[in-house]
C-alpha cells in the first residue's frame, strides 16, 4: 500500500427488540483500516441461554457465523482465525476482527433466543424457512404477494424489508389468528399480512412503486406476547426481491 493510500473497511451492525426484548450492538458504524483490529459488542436483556452472530456481506442473505449455547461455542463457518467471539457473561457477546480486509465489509447482525432448535423440538439445530417467490418484477401500481412456510409450528412469523445499502427493518410480526402487529413507517394497507396456519405466512406489497424495490425477508420464532420469552431473530434463506436485478443466490 502506497504512501497516501489508504483502504478502508466499512462495517454496519444492526440493533434489533421487540416488545421490550432489546438486542443491542455497539458501534452501528464503523469504517476501519485494513488490518487495524475491531470490536463488535452486543447486550440481551432477558438472559437468553442462545446468542448467534450473522454477516450478511452486499446482496446476500444474512449467513450465521457462530452461537453460543450458554458458554459452549460452536462455529457455523470456516472463518479461521481472523473472527474471534467471545461470550463473557449470558447478556453479553462480542465479535474481534483481528484483522479487517475488504472481504470482510458487511452487516453483522447479533440475535439471541431462549432455546436451540434441539431443545424445543427434539429435532436438528434450525427450523427450515422458504420463500417464494425468490424474485420478481411487476409493474407500477399492481400488487405482489410474497408467501413464507417454516416446517414448525412456531408462535410468530415476522416480515423484514432491506432498502438498498442499508440494514434489515422490521415490518411487522404476525400470529395466527390476530392481526399483524406493525412498526412505526409501515400499515396494513400498503403491506397486509396474513397468518392463515402455525406454518404459513403471506404479506402483499400493494400499490407497488420504485421505493418498493427491495429484499423482503421472513423469519419464525417460538415467543408468545406477553411471556418473557421473545423473539427469535433468525434468517436463514435468501430473501425475495422486488424487482430482482440479477444477484446470486446465497
Known amino acids: 500500500m502506497g504512501p497516501g493510500l489508504l483502504h478502508c473497511v466499512a462495517l454496519c451492525l444492526l440493533g434489533v427488540g421487540y416488545m421490550g426484548a432489546i ?33 450478511q456481506k452486499l446482496n446476500r442473505a444474512p449467513k450465521l457465523l457462530f452461537y453460543y449455547y450458554d458458554q459452549d461455542f460452536n462455529n457455523e463457518t470456516d472463518t479461521s482465525d481472523n473472527f474471534q467471539p467471545s461470550r463473557p457473561n449470558t447478556s453479553f457477546c462480542s465479535l474481534r476482527i483481528r484483522s479487517p480486509g475488504l472481504g470482510d465489509s ?33 409493474q407500477r401500481g399492481t400488487s405482489v404477494t410474497i408467501q413464507c412456510q417454516v416446517d414448525s409450528q412456531l408462535a410468530l412469523m415476522f416480515w423484514y424489508r432491506q432498502l438498498p445499502g442499508q440494514c434489515l427493518t422490521l415490518i411487522a410480526m404476525a400470529n395466527q389468528g390476530s392481526e ?20 404459513f405466512s403471506i404479506l402483499t406489497v400493494n400499490s407497488v412503486n420504485p421505493e418498493d424495490s427491495s429484499f423482503y ?21 435468501p430473501p425475495a426481491h422486488l424487482p430482482p436485478p440479477q444477484f446470486p443466490s446465497r
Open 23 to 55: 438486542v443491542t450492538q455497539n458501534p452501528r458504524y464503523q469504517v476501519t483500516r485494513m488490518g487495524k483490529p475491531v470490536t463488535l459488542s452486543c447486550s440481551q436483556d432477558l438472559n437468553h441461554d442462545v446468542m448467534y452472530w450473522y454477516q
Open 106 to 138: 458487511a452487516v453483522y447482525l447479533c440475535a439471541s433466543s431462549k432455546y436451540t432448535e434441539l431443545e424445543r423440538q427434539g429435532s436438528v439445530f434450525g427450523a427450515l424457512l422458504s420463500q417464494k417467490p425468490l424474485r420478481d418484477i411487476c
Open 180 to 199: 399483524a402487529t406493525y412498526e412505526s413507517g409501515f400499515t396494513k394497507d400498503k403491506f397486509p399480512i396474513h397468518r392463515p396456519n402455525p406454518m
Open 217 to 237: 425477508f421472513c423469519s419464525a420464532g417460538d415467543t408468545v406476547p406477553g411471556t418473557d420469552q421473545r423473539s427469535e431473530q433468525e434468517l436463514q434463506l
